[in-house]
């Protein structure tokens, strides 16, 4: 059909916008190639695209990638391969001595499969390179890279494959953010790299150690958690030849406690850490972002909070996203924001912070939170988001919100609870004004500005507490923080910070005594404490130990799996 369509296009009349008569010929060559593809008759194929080509009858484009792409997916592509140079020349001259990518990656990894590495490279070469943070497709793309350090795999050519990766693979890298395929890849060429190394007849056993460490460095620099795709190499068994060719013992199925420690291998693993310098380039990054793209009275609203930040003398440990402690279990018939639930969270954190937004302490708020369309997604650090039409319209809808902010679940007035307010004097008090009295009391409530997530100032605190020497800092928060890390644009740093520094929370219903704090004259039927779940005491990722003679390494699933490998003796 794709071929038909490019026929078509091809022979529309510009004047009439109508198909031109094709010569019978064309259409009986065209129909033929159709034919030919569905059977898988390879030779059938190539015998057309020559009768096409010898009746100087010209092709679509698609024609010699498709004849390539059908010699490549047969057993016998090698059989073929004189065939191959052929069809490309005639590829080349179709595009005007440009060909795309698409044409050149099916070159590479033919080329690779009959063993001809070199001419590979060659033609990897001709491919036009483009790795620039502002264009989101570089190329050339890992498609085309990774039939080369397959065959060095084959082969043991570790000097090639290491030669590859440094040159193609790793600019990749540094020029923007990975896409979810990609870190896929990114695990695929590492594996690759590795069983050059293994199968290499060159290294010597210290070396290939040395090598394989190196490799895996870069493989868990990406890749946390080793992970499967039928459409790429098997990692466990790809893991576990390469360990065992580079001079270590493998034990597969080991188990690690929550401590860390693993009995099989004596090992206690350990937990990532963040220089002062990495704090430093953190807290400038969610700062850019809580600003991004802002307006002059956003900007004047975040140097206020700076300066407050400054100026307080308090040590807070555990910075509470209040947002998120108030909407938990809340998405129900009846459900309302739930100043309760944070003040129970407030009860198990030490040296605590609220961070909250003014909008959940005002009189005239309504509490009742009912579904809201879901917002657009924001643009990654340093973009204009450039809005599509239905986007427009969403945002208009929801009040033409000119700085593209986020906020919380919209709420409304007719489920608010009525047991909310007490009498102070002469003024009624509503429960988010009770709930604030009672925090600036024990001086426990940073009220977020009003145009900035709060998210990134309770992030932003936390780090700040870090570099003022705090110890054993902890966000309270059940969010992941995924949409902070893309637009981050998968920045490293924010991946070790929320490791070690995010803590979970549960809560659970229980009845409350004489000594609990609620709103109204009546005890609550709805009454929540809480739990804090803090994060593992060990990274949880591919790590080597510190005397480099031992490996560990996770597999997805559920449960999570372990591998340990461990350096033979001399």
Known sequence: LKLQFLYFIENMDPQTKKRKKAPALTSEISQSLLEAQREGNVQGMIDVFRKWRDCALKMPEGVCTQVLAAIDKC??????????????????????GKPKEALMSLMIRLSAKAGKTSLAQEYLQRIPKKQDPAVKRNTPRFRSITPILSACGVTGDHVTAEQVFKDEILPMKRAGPLTDMEVMQWQDTCLHWGTAVANS?????????????DILNELFSTVPIMRQNPNYLDPK???????????????DAVEVNEK???AESGSLLKPSALSKNDLLELRELIEKLAIDNASDEIIQEWQSFRAWLQDTKQEYKHIIDAANVGHTLQNCENGCFSHQQIDAVVDVCDKPLVVLRGHWLRPETDLAIKKKKRKP???????????????EQLL???????????EEP????????????????????????QYRERWERKSLLLESPHYVNDDWVAMYVAVEMMLRGVCGVQLITNDIFRDHYWRMKQHPSLVVWRERHLTKFRLHETTPTDEDFWVGPTKPSIYRKATIVPPLPYTLRGQQDTTKSTWHIPFSGTPLTWIAAVQEKK
């Not at 919209?410 to 047991?419: I, Y």
């Open 201 to 213: 007849k060159t290294l010597s056993a210290e070396e290939k150690k040395i090598a394989a460490d």
């Open 237 to 251: 068994p790809a893991l576990l030849y390469i360990l065992r060719s580079c001079g270590y013992n493998t034990l």
């Open 396 to 406: 208009e809808q929801m009040g033409g919100d000119e700085e593209y902010e986020e």
């Open 410 to 433: 919209e709420v409304t007035e007719e489920e608010e609870p009525e047991v909310e307010a007490v009498v102070k004097g002469d003024k009624v008090l509503t429960t988010g004004e």
């Open 377 to 391: 997604k924001l643009p990654q650090i340093g973009e204009k988001k450039k809005l599509t039409a239905f986007e």
């Open 75 to 96: 057993d016998t592509s090698e059989a073929y391969f004189a065939v191959v140079d052929e069809v490309y020349q005639e590829g080349v001259a179709m595009s005007g």
């Open 260 to 262: 860390g420690e693993c």
